[in-house]
């Protein structure tokens, strides 16, 4: 078997700018779970502070004489005092002129199903419809905001994120310290249940052969050595492996020199339980094994398994 394809070192270059993260979006879509979590980085969280106080906030939030100043993110929507869009949209872009700052705007979003269904779960009135339907309010954030996106540096749907993955996501993409490169997300995942709407590669294993049609694999899943191995006797399996360490290997130094933060590496198979799991293992070690900080999660191992689908 030849040996595997060497990766590069990670990018270790740093940006002495102070950090300042703008997150906004439709509302239930999780700002105050992104403050929350960026606050546990490290960065000054405020919430809901109107533009006209924006740069008050920068000068008293810049630390002592002499020291660096802490990162800032600052979360802001329609329901601030005085939201404007288009004025938050051009006084980030002046912002990002300023030589000493490090401006991302963060868009947050959902799909109306879910963002009605967090509604009434909460049983909060949504706050461009308070005495009206959710859908109503749902309808006309999105028509007055939902244009931002294309103005954000980021943008993240979480409809299918739990705290925790957004969590791991926005520690990839805003963490602090020195730069380890492009942090890495590999995940396994069902066609059946949809797309990872996070992904940014996504590579099909449906054509491997199939443990879900031996009874004693089936009940297994592809973290199994011995389903593992029954999936690495298909002819194609390590050629598509090479293949996939060929090419993702290059593309790793290009999005570090681009400054990508984060990147999530996607496999899918029927029921995501055997073959894109077994792949999803094997394609996170050789990536750490080169030095790259890499997370893995299995989406729909459990789901997979209680609907009894094909792995």
């Not at 800032?72 to 700052?101: K, M, S, W, Y």
């Not at 309010?137 to 540096?153: L, S, V, Y």
């Not at 602090?176 to 492009?182: A, L, N, V």
């Not at 790259?292 to 792995?311: K, N, P, Q, Y």
């Amino acid at each position: 078997m030849p040996d595997s394809p060497a990766l590069p070192d990670p990018a270790t270059t740093q940006d002495h700018r102070r950090p300042f993260v703008v997150v906004t979006g439709l509302s239930g879509a999780g700002r105050g779970t992104a403050l929350n979590v960026l606050d546990d980085l490290g960065y000054v969280a405020v919430d809901n502070v109107p533009l006209v106080l924006l740069n008050d906030l920068m000068r008293s939030t810049g630390g002592a004489p002499g020291e660096a100043a802490p990162p800032l993110a600052l979360g802001i929507d329609t329901r601030t005092f005085g939201f404007n869009a288009r004025a938050l949209v051009d006084q980030i872009a002046e912002l990002r002129e300023h030589p000493g700052l490090a401006v991302r705007l963060l868009f947050l979003e959902a799909d109306t199903e879910t963002l009605q269904r967090r509604y009434t779960e909460s049983r909060r009135p949504h706050p461009m419809a308070p005495d009206r339907p959710v859908i109503d309010g749902i309808t006309e954030e999105r028509r007055q905001i939902g244009w931002m996106r294309d103005a954000a540096d980021l943008t993240i749907d979480t409809s299918s994120l739990s705290p925790h993955r957004l969590k791991q996501m926005l520690s990839g993409y805003f963490g602090r310290g020195r730069s380890i490169g492009t942090r890495i997300s590999v995940m396994s995942f069902s066609f059946r249940r949809g797309l990872p709407r996070e992904a940014d590669l996504v590579f099909d294993a449906r054509f491997l052969k199939n443990p879900h049609y031996d009874p004693v694999l089936k009940p297994l899943t592809g973290c199994d050595p011995s389903v593992a191995a029954f999936i690495a006797t298909d002819p194609d399996y390590r050629p598509f492996v090479e293949n996939l360490q060929s090419l993702i290997g290059p593309l790793l130094p290009r999005f570090d020199a681009e400054g990508k933060s984060y990147l999530t590496i996607a496999i899918g198979c029927t029921g995501g339980r055997h073959r894109s799991v077994a792949l999803a293992e094997e394609l996170a070690d050789w990536l750490r094994s080169a030095g790259r900080s890499v997370t893995l999660s299995h989406r729909d191992v459990g789901a997979a398994g209680e609907a009894g689908g094909a792995g």
